[in-house]
């Protein structure tokens, strides 16, 4: 009855979000209103590894946490260790487009002044990096854009508000594609932030538009991260370089006072080391905002926290919280077969895990595939002013911006009708007979607005991360991160991290070794 009532309600909204065609922000959107109460939230008392005791910057979240809660470590000590990783490493990373070092350590050291016992949020002194397309109060919000080149919001974007009322401390805005569309370049298409696992090559692929906090995260410069999804941008980042991302179920979090894309696409969620990480920031995010109508009328929040904490049985095993069929597409095992084939062996093995075999209705490649590019007409109407005044503003995007000013209203008509017919397929269909679905690839869920977590699965043959991304159904986040907690539990791919750059590789000084993403390729990958 829950499932059915969160369908309905899911429905419902999808369809009024894709008929109202108004936009739930502009380029000069408003201030965001300050941020909901803290959620009473509660880090679990986890083992802290060996390695996170060693170094502060090898802690995850929840390790940092702990160690803070037990005395073991300041939020001053930990910000450092970041600062210093960033001071030294991040001319090659440039995972960064501003740090802002000072307000951090002085908000570390408000922190561990203040008394412990009076709680303070979950996130109490844990240093993180914000995508620079997140309005920030005081601090430039670029987005990677000539547009936004000077722009200093007033306020801060209602993810980013919730997340410091949580106690999480800004330690700089991450790197991103210009305008969120292509991998993270300089807004006339140079590239500039590297896949962590890779920082000497930098045309290995280092995901979607959020690689600049995706990087931050995997190279030990911020203990998490948040980022946007429109056609991918946390999952294929997270699974480039070894990362939990979760993109939450269309209104789960508000993206009031984020530089929009699309409106009905727009995500905010977190990339993090791992299922429990993912949780906790998505429990500080997620929640109604009068600001944004997609997060109004909405089923609870679940105990995300509980389902990234893995269950244990008699005699150490680990078992899944809920029994839970997870869809298996024909075409799952048609790239990285090897890695994927022991990601499923695994999985079988996991008491309360039952595979079923998917089939995809005939007309999928068409609506997956011909209707996705409809978005690139809603990308235009908030941006409108520029592109008739000074469209060299949009650099080495602007031809994804043309596409969509060159697609009718009809077009769009038909689109968003073609995008309610692979709804419901999706749904009564694809997830009829599973709870979660195996994707190879963000398409459809991102398209639907449904949720999806990537998760790290291991490595190809040139030591490049592999990741897989599980679908599912509406509101179920709860249920996607139980199924990547109990792998999680039993592997420890999670748990690597990349080794540092080789002495002396300094892209950032060296733009002639940098290579070039062209008009053509940045149109191409925003299609």
Known sequence: MSRFLNRRVFLASSAALA????????????????????????????????????????ATLAEAAVLMRRGKLTSTGLTQAYLDRIERLDSTYQAYAEVTADAALQAAR???????????????????????????????????????ADFVPEEDATAV????????????????????????????????????????????????SSTGPACAVAARLASSSIGTQTGGSIVLPSNQQNLTGLKPTMGRVSVHGVIPLSFTRDHSGPLARDALDAAIMLQVMAGPDANDPRTLGLPAVPDLIRAATPVVARGGAVRLRRATRIGVPADFLSAQKKVRGAFLDRLDAIPGVTLVDVVYPDDWTLLTGTFNAARLAERTEPFRYWLRNDPAKFGVSLLSWLQGLMLSGDEWITAQRAKNHLLREVLDSVLDTCDVVLQTGPVPFDILGLPELALPIGFDDAGVPVGAILGGQPYEEDRLLEVAAAHQAVTDWHTRRPADPTTGTRLRLAPAARPRVSAEEAAETSA
């Open 19 to 58: 008929s109202s065609g108004v936009s739930l922000g502009t380029a000069a959107a408003a201030p965001a209103a300050p941020a909901a109460g803290v959620p009473s939230i509660r880090v679990p008392d986890i083992d802290v590894r060996q390695a996170a005791l060693d170094d502060p910057s090898e």
């Open 161 to 208: 508000a919730r997340l410091k009322a949580a106690g999480g401390i800004l330690l700089g805005k991450g790197q991103m594609g210009p305008l969120a569309t292509t991998r993270a370049t300089t807004p006339n298409g140079t590239v500039t932030t590297v896949n962590a696992w890779t920082p000497d090559d930098p045309s290995v692929d280092p995901g979607g």
């Open 110 to 148: 408000k922190a561990d002044q203040a008394d412990r016992g009076s709680g303070g949020g979950p996130l109490r002194g844990i240093p993180l990096c914000i995508k620079d397309n997140y309005f920030t109060r005081g601090v430039p919000t670029r987005c990677n854009s000539y547009i936004f």
